[in-house]
């Protein structure tokens, strides 16, 4: 998925993960797009800094993300 996929994704309500179940995307309440270790509450950002070179660049393989409902 690409970094707009996933965003819209997450936008309509659906379940994106990365990897597998335990990693979610989710939108926090600053309306930044993380990547959630839910055994642990963990956070990465879902992709580079905005206003740099990366930030089009995930923080993960493309091929990772999946829609679950």
């Known amino acids: 998925m ?3 996929e996933i965003i819209n994704a997450v936008n309509e309500g ?3 993960f990365c990897g597998n179940t ?5 939108k926090d309440n600053k309306g930044q797009f993380m990547i ?3 055994n642990g509450k963990h956070y990465i950002g879902l992709h580079g800094l905005e206003g740099t ?3 089009n660049v995930l923080n993960a ?6 829609i679950q409902d």
Not at 22 to 26: D, E, L, P, S
């Open 36 to 38: 959630e270790y839910l």
């Open 2 to 4: 690409t970094k707009q």
């Open 22 to 26: 335990a990693y979610k995307v989710i």
């Open 14 to 16: 659906k379940n994106v």
């Open 53 to 55: 070179q990366y930030e």
């Open 61 to 66: 393989d493309e091929n990772d993300f999946f």
